[in-house]
């Protein structure tokens, strides 16, 4: 299938400033804001500025300073909403890609959602 990116895509949209959105934290390379239909008490998007689909083409093609960067937002974004393990109960991170992880906007995403017990991850698929 190969990794072809959408610049159509709403956090695209986002990046460029043409639909706004409840920042949480901007670095050089990453931009974590709040999702507009929260699954729990902390719900963060943390996307990478660059144009990734997914994970795994982040880290084919990224720059290590992308990497670093994308990372450490991640880690600051769960201290400063409180759910890290040194101040909070912790979190989960989820990241969907194509069709089998149902991911529905083809740019580069993880969800931080905490500030509750989040229950099982996966239902056993018969």
């Known amino acids: 299938?190969?990794?072809?990116?959408?610049?159509?895509?709403?956090?695209?949209?986002?990046?460029?400033?043409?639909i706004?959105?409840?920042t949480v934290l901007e670095t050089e390379h990453s931009l974590a804001f709040r999702d507009l239909y929260p699954q729990?008490?902390?719900?963060?998007?943390?996307?990478?500025?660059?144009?990734?689909?997914?994970?795994?083409?982040?880290?084919?093609e990224a720059t290590d300073a992308e990497i670093v960067d994308y990372v450490r937002a991640v880690g600051e974004v769960c201290r400063l909403e409180g759910v890290d393990l040194t101040t909070g109960d912790g979190y989960r991170l989820i990241?969907?890609?194509?069709?089998?992880?149902?991911q529905e906007v083809p740019h580069l995403h993880v969800h931080i959602l905490?500030?509750?017990?989040?229950?099982?991850?996966?239902?056993?698929?018969?």
Request: zero cysteines; glycine letters at 12%; aromatic letters at 10%.
């Open 40 to 60: 729990a008490p902390t719900h963060v998007l943390v996307i990478p500025k660059g144009s990734y689909v997914s994970y795994d083409h982040f880290a084919a």
């Open 95 to 102: 990241s969907n890609a194509g069709a089998n992880g149902v």
């Open 20 to 22: 706004p959105n409840n």
């Open 1 to 18: 299938m190969g990794y072809t990116y959408d610049d159509q895509n709403i956090f695209a949209k986002i990046l460029r400033g043409e």
């Open 114 to 126: 905490g500030a509750r017990h989040m229950g099982r991850m996966v239902a056993k698929a018969d």
